[in-house]
Every structure is written in structure tokens, then in C-alpha cells.
């Protein structure tokens, strides 16, 4: 099952508010990721931004009154809400917010509203007093009683040129919110700890040992399980990936370090995924100052890394779940299996690399799962996002 939002349909409300900019953005990235969507703007939505824009972008006409006629023989605001697979209100302002709670229909999307039963997610953005009166805040307490799913508003500098929350979050935040209305929330009051990324280990202060590790699997895994509902911590290596929103990020560089992150976290978790690609080898001795290539030839000693997920397998509770990722050129099963018992591990993730569409870099995977009890499973290639999911699907039936 794909939890994926291509090929779904999506109603984009957009009201009128100052980050209805921000929705611009926001419909070429459901647009990019394969989605099928249809806007509705606010009569005060059409002042801030052209529905000209949003018409070039979706290729839809924009929705804008209760009264226009389409080649449809179904009223169209009934139509699209049957059709609809998931509706975003971005940015929902005030009057938006007490409409739906108080179910009103006076124009197009508040009337739309009424005939939706798909999920929905609603981003309030406005001014931090108006989000903190008391009608706002009620109005979308009785949102939540609904069951819309309701974005956060950002803190921040806002238009009116106070600070506080009431800003928009950013496109990709609101993206990864969408995608959160597809997925089970099967994670809800667990905690997650994921590692990801390459380790650095110094020779140098200017140089140093690590691996062409992205960190995009592991980011992909923290996400998807935040996406459903885990309590999660992200102990990455150096990437220049962003962080998934609504995890905690540690950041570390060396082996050591993330030694030390995860045995000071690892207790209080229920799933620990390990997907970081730690050096085995670190330099014996690191020099204070820069080595200088006067030197003809250099020979750099090295000794072994701890092997974190062996400790972590050694320390592991009964009812924690531990998953390894083995990184193979060859000879996997074999491999993998011996990493699967010598860990300790639940389950582990075999990687054949060496082809660019999986394992390093790469933005789709191709996997074998192998599990505890003997058996495996092998998984087709697929975006690494959804092979996140794919994986906490079976994490989620593991018995422990
Ligand atoms: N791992 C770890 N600490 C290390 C090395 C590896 O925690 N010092 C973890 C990785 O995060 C991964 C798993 O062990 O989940 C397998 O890593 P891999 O590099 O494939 O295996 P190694 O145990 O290092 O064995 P080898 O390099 O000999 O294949």
C-alpha cells in the first residue's frame, strides 16, 4: 500500500491572507510530486494574488464564486468535494476559521467545505494577537473536534510588523503535512531514535575520513515516522539535508559522538533504526595543527570505531526494536544475516550498491528486508520515501 500523494486529488483553499504568496509555492510542489489540484480562492485571496497564477500552475480553472457554470453537469463546489482525496486551506484566516467552525457557507469554499468528508489539514496565518483571541483559539479547538488536521503557525517577524506565531510555515513543511494526512498515525506515544548520514573522523583541522553517505534514508525514515505520529530523535552526521519538521535533531560529526548521542539516548526508546554510514576507521592520532605535504609520503595509522549498533544490540531491552542497514558490493544475504545475528538487531535492510538508481545518494532504493526469525523479503526499487514507509509498516507488526 502507498501512502504517496501522487495521482491523488487535492483542493487547495487559499484565502486572503499576506502568505497567500506562499500557497504559489505550495501548489507547484503538490503539483511537482504528482498530485492532481484544484484551487479555490477567497474574493480577498484574488487581491493578494492573480488567480491567473494558480491557474497556469494547476491547470484547472480556479474555483472563485458559487456561480459559475462549467461543462459539468454537477454543481462544481458538490463535484470536487466527492472527488477530493484531501483539501488544504493555506492560508486560513480568521473569518475562514470561524466559518468552518461555526458552518457558515457565504461563498465558494466555505459552501465547498460543508460537502467535504475527505481529510483536512488547515494552516491559520494572521496576526499573533488575532491567533491568540479567544474566538480564534476556540474556533479551532472545534476544528480539532472535527478532526481537520491543523498546522502550527510559525513564530516569527510578522507582516504587520509585530513578532510572534502567526506566520505561514514554509511550503515544504505544509507539503509534509499533506503527505501526513495519508499515512496511519500507527507510531502515536512511541519513540523512534534514527541515525543517519556519513561520520567525519579528523586527520587534521582542515581534513578528514568519511563516506559518501546523503543521509536521505534516514531522513526519509525520521520523517515518515514523525509524519505518523512517533515522538522522534534524528542523530545525523554532517549533510546538507534539512532536518524533517516535528523531530528532535541532534547533530554530531564523529563516530564517537554519535557513540555517545545514541547510548545516552537509546534507553528511553521503543525503535531504534540505525541507517548512518559510521567509519570503521578513524585516525590513530589527530594533528593539532595542518599536516604540510612537504612530506614525500604519509602514512596515516588508523584504529577501528566503536561498532554502535553492536553496543546497541548488546544493551537492548526485550521490547525495544532494532533495526541495522547493511551497505553491501557483494554477497549480501550472507553479509547482511551475519550483521542481523552479530548485532543483535530485529531486522536489517540490505543495500546491493553500486548502481546509481540505490543506496548512496541516490533518491530511490532497492531493498531486501531480513528478519529475525529467518525469513526476508524483497522489496522493489521505490523513492526512498516511500520505502520509509514501507519499512515502518513492517516495524509497526514486528512482535518483540
Ligand atoms: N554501524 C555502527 N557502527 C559502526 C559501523 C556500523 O553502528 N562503527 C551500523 C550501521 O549504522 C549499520 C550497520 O551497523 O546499521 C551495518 O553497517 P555496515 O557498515 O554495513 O557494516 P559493518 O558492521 O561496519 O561491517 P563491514 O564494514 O565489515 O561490512
Redesign the pocket.
Known sequence: MSYSIQGKNIVLGVTGGIAAYKSVELLRLLVKVGARVRVIMTENACRFVGPMTFEALSRQRVCRTLFETTDEASVQHIHWAQEASAVVIAPATANIIGKLAGGIADDALSTFMLAVTCPVLVCPAMNSDMYASKAVQRNLQILRDYGHALLEPDAGELACGTTGPGRLPDPSVILNAVHGLFVPKDFIGRRVMV?AGPTREAIDPVRFISNPSSGKMGYAIARAAAQRGAEVTLISGPTAMTPPPDVRFVPVTS?AEM?AAVLAEMDRQQVII???????FRPAEVSSLKVKKEKAELTLPLER??????A?GMRKQRDQILV?????THDMER?ATG?LKS?QLDL?VGNLIGSSDAGFCADTNRATFYYKDGTSEKIDLMPKAELAHVLLDRVAKLKV
Open positions: 541515525t563516530a557513540a540505525k541507517t548512518a554510514a559510521v567509519a570503521d570505531t566503536q561498532d554502535i549498533l553492536k546497541v541495522g542497514f547493511a551497505a553491501e553479509s550483521k548485532k536489517i
